[in-house]
């Protein structure tokens, strides 16, 4: 991997960060309407992910989607337009951070609804093989998405029809404030592969194997060889949302201070 490609990942995850903080800032200082859920610690996730993607494939986001709006080409100004409820934003201020969607660059929106994007993806993954089009889609959720029905519905679909489409489940551990452990049986590929799509696992936190991962599941979608089911270990730094600031009655500080130390995948890229 060249040295551009390189420099490219570090300057997308630090914008990502860099946005994040901003919103943070805005948000506890009262200038931002509305909620917002931090990506901070996962940006390796959506620009692994969407740097392996073409301009003209779709994403599908989540309530945790300001990271996939920017590595999918999203304007930072915009961004924080809509954030602030402004004119100039991508929904002219009306979605705020949970519903920012981006037609130009192929991102067909944020959801509030956990797993609500996964209809989505799909239905954007058959027209593209109702047109020949030889697009992508891809949609991302949350390890707290394997408890809704509607993805499993889109992943037979999927399957019965090989539609070209990656399920990206990015597990930061906690579906709000419960540990997956609690919530989920079994093992998260195999749900997938209950339905025959090849479901694999990576580091979350290495932008470079999320990325060789995610090019080789997309082209082998755009050679018609159907969907596939991508798990992203991953961690989120701040709380739920904005205003989840005493996180200790439900995952151990010590933990997520290991994880902001030994596991920062900005950190872990620049090293």
Known sequence: MGREKLLHFYRQMLKIRLFEEQVNQLYTSA??????????????????????????????????????CLAKGA??????AELLGKEPGYCRGKGGSMHIAD????????????????????????????????????????????????????????SLWQLPVIYVCENNLY?????????????????????GILAQATDGQDVELVHGTAL??????????????????????????VGDIDRSYYRPKKEEEEWKRERDPIKLFAA
């Open 216 to 241: 080789r599941l997309v082209e082998r979608a755009r050679q018609g060889k159907g969907p596939a089911f991508l798990v992203c270990h991953t961690y989120r730094f701040h709380g739920h949302h």
């Open 31 to 68: 200038k931002m309407p509305g909620l917002a859920h931090l990506y901070i610690g996962q940006e390796a996730v959506a620009v692994g992910v969407c740097d392996a993607l073409k301009h003209d494939d779709f994403i599908t986001s989540t309530h945790r989607g300001h990271g996939h």
């Open 75 to 80: 304007s930072v100004d915009r961004m924080f």
């Open 103 to 158: 037609q130009d660059t192929g991102n067909l929106g944020a959801n509030a609804i956990v797993g609500g994007s996964a209809g989505i993806a799909t239905g954007a993954a058959l027209s593209a093989k109702m047109r020949a089009s030889q697009q992508v889609a891809v949609c991302f959720f949350g390890e707290g998405a394997l408890g809704q029905g509607l993805l499993y519905e889109s992943m037979n679909m999927a």
């Open 175 to 195: 579906n709000e404030y419960t540990h997956y452990r609690e919530t989920t049986a079994g093992e998260f590929q195999a749900r997938a592969e209950a339905f």
